[in-house]
């Protein structure tokens, strides 16, 4: 049986960003037979959709591969299986012997260091108390980073033995941090915190830990009454109320089992010189559970009591002295109780998930927090002491140099796999380091705990050194930015700067090198982290920059070594070489924006800073005197004034752009050679004058019929686009003047475009053909007149940028192509976002899942008021309401973060939680006159407070903040709203948008939680109330950095989850398996075992496991793939609830009932707070909870979820479709199993009608719903006989028994399945055969470039037509 997946599945909404490569989005480029690429006009085909994530790895060449046919692609495939097998070499098993132990046996693999056999055994239960040990073979101690390979005598079978060695500080500190870690590992606090990238996970509330151990269940009958189906009220269909608590389900693990009072360091430290001559290294100060007060000295030997107490030093060893060499085994032997609960603790860590505890790449923050109790902990006030005077101890070395260590992972080779994935993981590392010391530095300078490397300035000004990290603040200091929009635009060039960054990071270019730079918003304000150039603080920024300029264009220097690295960057960044005037008018190279610098640091590295141009200008956004725009974006009432004039298009917009535009060129010359070829005939019947008269009638009509071809899936939308009637109107021209062309530029043209392509004879010496090439390119705006090729020129339309006369023409062109990408966006890109909305292949259920979507079209944020009004103006904008209303609430909750910015700017931080409280009274509490509660005077002093007032960056009035009111707060988003998203919202406040946008209280606040940091407690919140606000400052928990880096791409590991995706769209499930177990192993060796990417890897091994029948395994990758998604991502993430979903289906699939209905309940719950009742999304889960239930014989409650689940179908599907009918007949089901024939013959009805009319008599759907009609009427007509039997004859009625079959688990399992998206198709062996057979042939036709039509119309031009590689 061989299994095919439904285009793996349609419903899983764009997850987050890292996770371009969603399941419904394979890459047709790899050879996929795919019929139906959809000409760029809205729905890209797969490619795009892979592109447009992060900037994945270098596009050129995969869009170039992708124009050629598939064959480059191929190969490099084959090479990667090649170097692969290189790295797998077997595992082998050593023995282990620890003192006090039993030896055991430990797996390793030659690639492992010797390092990470110390952390297995500090991480195992009977070991995992000693830090401070050598390994040793054969009396040899084992060198901690050398591989295993390397070492000479170690095989298979060799026994390592653990020898304690003597302590030092430094060893002593890293004793007594991993015992706290051992204390503290069962506790959550570190994740509510947000410190040492802990997060939360709470599957294992509901899985109750027996995921994959119970298997099948063994007696199906009895096992169903015992199972309790009741889910909570506040999940039922219908139900109002909203609460927070069960977003934090209690984890019985986490009450603290306490080991001891007290583990701190003693106040005598550090040791006395004569002590230290008898090796004691610290004092500890510690109190037993028994409430013993006792004095340790750790010495070079080992952990012993001393004679101290609190005010009397006595560094005696005490009688007896207990010495041993792990504190553990001390502890052990003075308490009973730590010893009894310290084993149980183990135990318990022991038992968890690993993915509960590894620590994750970046860290997560929860915006909720129960009230936590604050411990004492000796390690955590160290640390904090130290962080602050900017480094970590237990780095070799102290201080990193971060610039460093970021540059030289850089420049590892990569010439080859294993090369390749050093490089990554080196990579990789350095930057989540760096994120981190980032924020932690970032939040010191905006609390003010760092010193500015200018104190003297105003705070605003002040720049920072912290960690070797240089800060700055999103002000606009100096008037740099005045023309470009002051504070509005310094606050919008730091993300500029790092798009720009990432971008050049991706195509990592040889020799260029970008500051690893991270941006930190926190409390208000928003900071710049960047590593530092070496070099660059002795210097004057003047004296430095030798390429570029330092004033906005006015002076600009160029270099001949920067033009060559940044002219490797210029195809796959697809910017324009071009010249522009300096003070002395004369020209200068450059190759990027003019802000750009280069400077070249004094390690001799070549640096481009200031990025914050890399894209073109966004002309809707840019309003410049004299230029119009095309009618299109005029007709939505661009350009619009924007609060900046950095605004600039993304770079997935100029991928999809240049994609349509080749689409275009294609078609055109396509058009062109069939005219000439059909010209060729006529001139062969008619005179010349008359040929040359037919074509020119004939060329334009053929063009728009081939515009307006229903291929393009917009086309019912806008069927012309504008670059197309542009495109109409110049080849109507060309056509006309077609003899004169040849004659001027037949001759001269093509020698200049052979030199820039190095000469392109072949195709092109047919002088027609040549021309036919020159005409398109005109056409599409080519930058080259023989081959397709579009690039931008960044500095068009900057104030103050000047280009030489003799480019004049080419500037029109450029600022022709930038109005026809400005108009691209509105009137493509838009449209098929809408589109994609209403065909359900985009579901995003929240804020940042509906950014993503609009981020993955190249869609700025800023055009969120646009997409709103366009979907308000669709005729099915009924279909779209949980878009439009996600849309609003975003819109809301972006405004509201606009204000909260500045509002929080003026807040002095002993006032902090009040005034945050205070502002979410004013946004969500239906209180009128919510009053702030200035912080009641616990420590007076208002004259001094006065002076030191202006240490906060900002100043202004500290109590202005407690003034703000609800109304006025509206007030004040609704003209944001209408400022900056062009939008106008229809409510005055926070109760009238709730009632006129169907939006839920509770979902604005996790968003304004989410975006601006806020962590709340959590309890029940009462937003309705009228009589006290629904918040006070005791809510307000804490408050969090929001940061955006750069997310390094593990690219090997990447193209392989691509291939292996394609595999599988291919049917070639066991090959595309094998790929993507591959994908999982180099993810996991480029990322740790944490990644969203992995996550999205598990998810689709386990979808695979469960279709080639494997449900233990499919069970096991699924668990690890929700893990990660609650670690990585968050415990109510959109991706979060898509996981749950599918493991609850696997769950049942195991014969895990009530297991699966608990992972429905709670991912039930999840939407219900993320976006409420009212999405498509829900219909799915509910069909999912209703077929269980029935399973389960809870025949009414299952009736409630699935006919609320069919409402939602019939809303959002229109109520022909098939999802509605299969809905209907879930629901007939259930009916028939109460013996309700009538209701379920009429559902049933409904839904044969649906299958007739859709899919015809014919179709196997109509059939079977035909058969369950034909059954459904005669047991109704069987009951109804019966009941007349009772009726006439009363009690002595001689009854026929009646069937009432409750459904098996197989056939509620195969529902199950079919509403998931998986379809099993059985075959036998001979139909096996031949498919493989079909598959492979079709794959040979493609290669060989049989089948050209499917591969975007490219007809005969794959000869003639030269495209740039």
Not at 258 to 284: A, E, F, I
Not at 410 to 427: D, F, Q, Y
Not at 835 to 851: E, I, N, V
Not at 1329 to 1351: P, T, Y
Request: one cysteine or more.
């Amino acid at each position: 049986m061989v299994s095919k997946t439904d285009d793996i599945p349609a419903s899983v909404p764009n997850c987050s960003p890292a996770d371009f490569a969603r399941d419904g989005e394979t890459a047709n480029s790899k050879g996929t037979t795919s019929k139906k690429e959809p000409s760029c006009a809205c729905g890209h085909g797969g490619e795009t959709a892979v592109m447009n994530g992060d900037a994945g790895h270098d596009q050129a060449e995969e869009a170039d591969s992708k124009q050629d046919g598939s064959g480059d692609a191929d190969q490099a495939e084959d090479a990667n299986e090649q170097e692969v097998i290189v790295i797998q070499d077997t595992g082998f098993t050593v023995k282990i012997q620890a003192p006090g132990t039993e030896p055991f046996d430990l797996q390793v693999s030659p690639q492992e260091m010797v390092q990470e056999i110390h952390q297995v055994l500090m991480d195992r239960e009977d070991t995992c108390h000693r830090t401070c040990f050598s390994l040793q073979l054969d009396g040899n101690v084992l060198d901690n980073f050398a591989e295993l390979k390397s070492i000479e005598g170690l095989q298979e079978g060799s026994l390592l033995k653990v020898v304690e060695e003597p302590y030092t500080v430094r060893e002593a500190r890293i004793h007594v941090r991993h015992i706290r870690d051992l204390l503290k590992s069962l506790d959550p606090s570190d994740a509510y915190n947000g410190v040492d990238c802990n997060s939360l996970s709470f599957l294992s509330v509901f899985s109750d830990g027996d995921l994959g151990d119970t298997g099948k269940r063994k007696k199906k009958g009895s096992e169903l009454e015992q199972i309790d189906c009741t889910p909570p009220e506040h999940i039922l269909p219908g139900s109002k109320e909203r609460p927070l608590v069960p977003l934090q389900p209690q984890n019985k693990d986490w009450k603290p089992m306490q080991c001891l009072k007290v583990l701190t360091m003693s106040s005598w430290n550090p040791p006395p010189g004569n002590r230290k001559m008898h090796g004691d290294l610290m004092y500890l100060y510690i109190v037993t559970v028994e409430d013993r007060h006792v004095s340790i000295t750790a010495s070079t030997r080992g952990f012993y009591l001393n004679q101290s107490t609190t005010y009397n030093f006595s560094p005696k060893p005490a009688n007896p002295s207990f010495l041993s060499h792990s504190l553990v085994e001390l502890l052990s032997q003075i308490s009973a109780a730590f010893k009894k609960n310290f084993t149980t603790l183990q135990k318990k860590r022991v038992q968890r998930h690993p993915f509960e505890r590894i620590a994750t790449p970046f860290q997560v923050y929860s915006w909720t927090a129960p009230q936590i109790d604050h411990a004492m902990d000796c390690v955590r006030a160290e640390d904090a002491y130290t962080s602050r005077l900017g480094y970590e101890e237990h780095i070799p070395g102290q201080t990193r140099d971060w610039n460093e260590e970021l540059q030289t992972t850089r420049e590892l080779s990569r010439k080859n796999l294993p090369e390749r994935l050093l490089r990554e993981r080196a990579i990789f590392k350095v930057h989540s380091d760096f994120a981190a010391a980032a924020t932690r530095g970032a939040m010191a300078v905006i609390d003010g705990n760092v010193m500015a490397i200018n104190p003297g300035e105003e705070t605003r000004m002040q720049m920072f050194i912290w960690n070797n990290i240089f800060f700055s603040l999103g002000f606009d200091v100096r008037d740099h930015y005045r023309e470009l929009g002051g504070d509005s635009a310094a606050h919008a060039a730091p993300t500029n700067d790092l798009n720009g960054v990432r971008a050049y990071s991706a195509v990592d270019v040889e020799g260029l090198y970008t500051l690893g730079t991270v941006v930190v918003d926190y409390r208000g304000y928003r900071v710049t982290a960047q590593s530092i150039i070496p070099g660059i603080l002795e210097r004057e920024q003047e004296q430095s920059v030798i390429y570029g300029s330092i004033d906005f264009g006015k002076t600009v220097v160029s270099h001949p070594k920067y033009l060559e690295l940044l002219e490797k960057t210029s195809r796959p960044l697809k910017v324009q070489r071009h010249a522009v005037l300096n003070e002395k008018d004369s020209a200068v190279e450059l190759c990027s924006s003019v802000e750009c610098k280069g400077i070249i640091g004094n390690d001799g590295r070549h640096y481009i800073l200031d990025l914050l141009r890399t894209f073109p200008p966004d002309l809707n956004f840019l309003p410049v005197e004299g230029e119009e725009l095309t009618p299109e974006s005029q007709k939505l009432g661009f350009p619009r004034q924007h609060r900046h004039r950095l605004a600039c298009l993304r770079q997935e917009l100029i991928e999809a752009f240049v994609e349509h535009r080749y689409l275009l060129f294609m078609k055109m010359a396509a058009l062109q050679l069939m005219q000439q070829k059909a010209n060729k005939d006529k001139t062969a019947a008619l005179q010349d004058p008359n040929a040359a008269g037919g074509e020119s009638e004939n060329k334009p009509l053929a063009l728009e019929s081939c515009d307006g071809t229903p291929d393009s899936p917009t086309s019912s939308e806008s069927t012309l686009t504008p670059e197309d009637s542009e495109a109409t109107t110049v080849s109507e021209n060309s056509s006309l003047t077609e003899v004169p062309i040849a004659s001027t530029n037949g001759t001269h043209e093509p020698s200049a475009a052979e030199r820039q392509n190095g000469g392109c004879d072949g195709p092109l010496e047919d002088p027609k053909s040549r021309e036919v090439v020159l005409n398109a390119c005109k056409a599409v705006g080519s930058i080259s007149n023989s081959s397709f090729d579009i690039r931008f020129n960044p500095d068009i339309f900057s104030p103050g940028v000047r280009f030489p006369h003799d480019s004049n023409e080419d500037i029109q062109k450029q600022k022709q192509l930038l109005k026809d990408a400005a108009a691209f966006l509105v009137s493509c890109q838009i449209p098929s976002l809408v589109k994609d909305c209403l065909d359900h292949s985009s579901l995003p259920m929240d804020g940042a899942t509906m950014t993503e979507a609009l981020h993955q079209r190249g869609i700025n944020v800023r055009y969120l008021g646009t997409v709103l009004d366009f979907m308000d103006n669709m005729p099915a904008k009924a279909q779209l309401e949980h878009i439009y209303r996600i849309g609003i609430s975003e819109l809301i909750t972006r405004c509201a973060k606009h204000i909260f910015k500045t509002y929080l700017q003026g807040v002095d931080l002993s006032a902090l939680s009040a005034a945050v409280s205070h502002f979410l009274n004013c946004l969500l509490s239906s209180f009128p006159d919510a009053v702030a509660h200035l912080p009641a005077d616990e420590l007076v002093s208002r004259k001094k407070s006065r002076k030191r007032r202006n240490r906060v960056p900002g100043g202004g009035d500290n109590t202005a903040w407690a003034s703000l009111t609800p109304s006025e707060l509206w007030k004040n988003i609704i003209s944001e709203a209408h400022g900056y998203y062009n939008f106008s919202l229809q409510c005055e406040s926070v109760d009238q948008a709730v009632e006129k946008y169907g939006l839920q209280k509770i979902t604005l606040l996790r968003e304004i939680s989410i975006k601006t940091g806020i962590q709340i407690l959590i309890k029940e919140y009462n937003f309705d109330s009228r009589h006290k606000p629904a918040f006070t400052e005791e809510d307000i928990l804490n408050i969090f950095p929001v940061v955006k880096h750069v997310n390094p791409k593990a690219s090997d590991a990447f193209h392989f989850f691509q291939s292996g995706q394609a595999k599988v769209q291919q049917g070639f499930l066991k090959e595309g398996c094998e790929l993507i177990n591959e994908a999982l192993n180099l993810f996991n060796n480029v990322y740790g075992a944490m990644h969203v990417e992995i996550c999205a890897c598990l998810r689709l091994l386990a979808r695979l496991n469960y279709i080639m029948g494997d449900h233990p395994e499919a069970l096991s990758n699924q668990q690890k793939a929700v893990l990660m998604s609650e670690r990585v991502l968050g415990i109510e993430h959109p991706n979060t609830i898509q996981e749950y979903m599918h493991l609850a289906l696997y769950c049942f699939a195991n014969g895990q009932l009530s297991t699966a209905l608990k992972l429905l309940y709670r991912a039930r719950y999840l939407m219900l707070v993320v976006c409420g009742e009212d999405h498509p999304e829900m219909a799915l889960l509910d069909s999912n909870i209703g077929l269980v239930l029935h399973g389960v014989m809870e025949y009414d409650l299952s009736l409630r979820f699935l006919e609320n689940a069919l409402a939602i179908n019939t809303k959002y599907h229109g109520p022909r479709s098939l999802k509605v009918a299969l809905s209907h007949h879930l629901v007939a089901r259930v009916y028939e199993s109460k013996a309700e024939f009538r209701s379920a013959l009429q559902h049933e009805k409904e839904g044969y009608t649906i299958y007739k009319n859709q899919v015809g008599e014919a179709h196997e759907k109509t059939k079977e719903s035909s058969e369950y009609l034909k059954y459904l009427t005669q047991q109704a007509v069987a009951l109804q006989r019966t009941m007349n039997e009772i009726y006439k004859n009363g009690s002595n009625a001689s009854i026929m028994p009646l069937k009432f079959t409750a459904p098996s688990m197989a056939s509620v399992l195969e529902q199950l399945n079919i509403i998931n998206g998986i379809i099993f198709i059985p075959l036998s062996q001979k139909d096996l055969e031949n498919l493989k057979a079909e598959v492979q042939r079709r794959q040979l036709m493609q290669d060989s470039g049989k089948i050209q039509e499917q591969q975007g119309s490219q007809l005969e031009l794959d000869d003639k037509l030269p495209v740039d590689d």
